[in-house]
């Protein structure tokens, strides 16, 4: 007679887990919350207001200005700007889709800038060569929580006169050179979305700027345009983060620097013991300025990659299938041939890489990364 085995198999490692985040700040939020019910005032508060203050200086800039999206933060920055049909604002197809949603609704022409491979990240030399008189508006992209070049991005764009947003929208804490979103721009905009490294418990996102007009009007345009109680002098629309989501980004704006710094622990244990010729590391600069929203591998096998790290019971996810010209609503750009970023796009893979990842966790999406 054969021995029964009765040893359990490892639960699996989930890509990314939210219900360990909030039982761990579960006293903390759910007191929150209470607070904000126990007010009775849930739109424009007391909440939000602290919330933009708070974050405002956490940034190292003078105004926040929450909004119900990430989505609306950009859209609102261009409305803000004066943006028009037929306007062109130059951005990198190495994101996802919300940074293209303002140019779609507000008619602008998009000039597509490709990424320097080794960052992942618009190109400071290739934007140089897109920029024409026509250019009104550049939109960088720190993809993955690594910041652009602003110094230089900022250099360049400032020789035609145009305007600069920064996509900051998974960049929460990260710096180059010192510089934060929204000091070298007019503006930076931010999703909170929930797996975000700060995340509401729903869709919520802020403008951050040191331009005082220009929160004011994003202020004015976030509430239907008004300046006033039912005075509407320009056309705004509803998007205001209300004051439950802003009480629970204060708890979590409280722990950020700590989430960091352990996402930063967990790509150096990657960075160090991954050793696989057919797995490329992303390339991370030392320090702590970046703040690894994911840590994307690349391979050419990237299906036969994602389908190994599935049977060993590890979660993945792709950061994106698709560049943004090759998407059905951007047709118009099909032609447009960048070819770092459509490499990416061809081979990245994201491995787990949250906060509350165990080391055991971590020592299993290594081991089998190297069995691949």
Not at 101 to 121: E, H
Request: with cysteine; net charge negative; hydrophobic share 40%.
């Amino acid at each position: 007679m054969t021995a029964r085995n009765t040893q359990k198999s490892a639960p699996p490692v989930p890509y990314f887990d939210l219900q360990r985040q909030y039982h761990a700040l579960k006293d903390e939020i759910d007191d929150a919350a209470a607070r904000v019910f126990q007010s009775g005032y849930f739109i424009l508060g007391g909440e939000l207001e602290a919330f933009e203050e708070e974050f405002a200086a956490y940034c190292g800039v003078s105004h926040c200005v929450g909004v119900n999206s990430g989505t609306d933060a950009l859209l609102l920055s261009f409305r803000a700007l004066g943006l028009s049909a037929g306007d062109e604002v130059a951005t990198v197809s190495a994101s996802f889709f919300a940074t293209v949603i303002g140019p779609l609704l507000t008619g602008v022409r998009i000039r597509f800038v490709d990424i320097d491979p080794a960052t992942r990240l618009m190109a400071p030399d290739l934007l140089e060569e897109a920029l024409t008189t026509e250019t009104k508006l550049v939109v960088p992209v720190h993809l993955y929580g690594r910041m652009a070049d602003m110094e230089a991005i900022s250099n360049r764009v400032g020789r035609v006169g145009a305007r600069i947003v920064e996509d900051a929208c998974q960049a929460h804490g990260a710096r180059t050179g010192g510089i934060g979103p929204g000091m070298k721009s007019d503006c930076a905009v931010f999703s909170f979305y929930p797996t975000k490294n700060l995340g509401a418990f729903g869709d919520a996102g802020c403008v951050v700027t040191n331009d005082e007009g220009l929160a004011g009007e994003i202020r004015d345009l976030r509430n239907y345009g008004s300046t006033e109680k039912y005075h509407h002098p320009t056309p705004g629309i509803n998007s205001r983060l209300d004051e439950l989501q802003a009480a629970v980004l204060r708890v979590k704006l409280k722990r950020l620097d700590e989430w960091n710094e352990r996402r930063r622990g967990i790509a150096r244990r990657y960075l160090a013991e991954i050793q696989n010729g057919r797995v490329t590391l992303p390339g991370i600069p030392d320090g702590d300025e970046h703040v690894l929203y994911v840590f994307a591998v690349e391979t050419d096998d990237r299906d036969g990659l994602r389908e190994h790290l599935a049977r060993r019971g590890i979660g993945s996810l792709v950061h994106y299938p698709a560049p943004l010209h090759h998407q059905e609503a951007l047709r118009e750009y099909r032609d447009v041939h960048l070819p770092h970023t459509e490499r990416l796009f061809e081979r990245v893979l994201s491995l787990p890489l949250f906060p509350e990842l165990t080391d055991d966790e971590a020592d299993r999406v290594i081991e089998a990364v190297n069995d691949f």
